[in-house]
């Protein structure tokens, strides 16, 4: 038997749930929350970058941890296109046919080597589901209150394919796009510990 406040109680939360339907009545936006952020990792997956008429697409491996990182580019067949490597010192890059170039991050090498805008400094934290550090940022939360769309540095980066890996909640698919001719998609295959 339903006590009277019982009753009242659900014909409120039904009321409300209604009026939130109208015009001119809003649900709130789910809010963000955001796991402490993964420093190390090591992950295996695939990336495509679009840079107006070019492209490339292939195998990534990934690893990242507080002395350094490596990342290795490959052809869709596991032959490798290029290496980079990290550290306290700056960045190497080793192609295809043994080139060695050196810069002090990331994204200058890239842009040094390729003559692309890639980002690499940002991409090691969106990665793993947090905007980077120390840089402005506006970010929507999916239903479940996950990073869903994220803008930084000039970049709009949208995240899916969630994944619980060792206690952790990570995406499993980003898309990073700037403007209308440079977009970057990484697709995450296995987490692993670095």
């Not at 659900?10 to 993964?38: D, I, N, W, Y």
């Not at 990342?71 to 067949?77: D, F, G, N, R």
């Not at 940002?122 to 550090?133: C, Q, S, Y």
């Not at 969630?162 to 499993?172: I, M, T």
């Amino acid at each position: 038997m339903r006590t009277p406040r019982r009753g009242a109680a659900a014909a409120l939360s039904l009321l409300l749930a209604g009026c939130a339907q109208l015009p001119g009545f809003e649900t709130p936006p789910p809010a963000l929350f955001l796991s402490p952020a993964l420093a190390a990792f090591r992950l295996e997956g695939r990336v495509s970058v679009r840079a107006g008429e070019e492209s490339f697409s292939g195998g990534l491996s990934w690893r990242r941890e507080a002395a350094g990182e490596e990342l290795l580019l490959s052809t869709p067949l596991g032959q490798g296109v290029a290496e980079l490597r990290g550290d306290r010192e700056g960045m190497t890059l080793v192609d295809a046919k043994g080139r060695i170039q050196r810069a002090a991050d990331a994204d200058s090498l890239v842009r040094q080597a390729l003559g692309l805008e890639l980002p690499l400094r940002g991409l090691a934290w969106w990665v793993v589901g947090h905007p980077r550090p120390d840089a402005p940022y506006r970010a929507e939360a999916d239903t479940a209150g996950r990073l869903a769309v994220l803008e930084q540095d000039d970049w709009r980066i949208d995240f899916s394919r969630y994944e619980a890996r060792d206690g952790r909640v990570l995406p499993g698919k980003l898309v990073a796009r700037r403007g209308e001719d440079l977009e970057v998609r990484l697709v995450v295959d296995a987490w692993g510990a670095p």
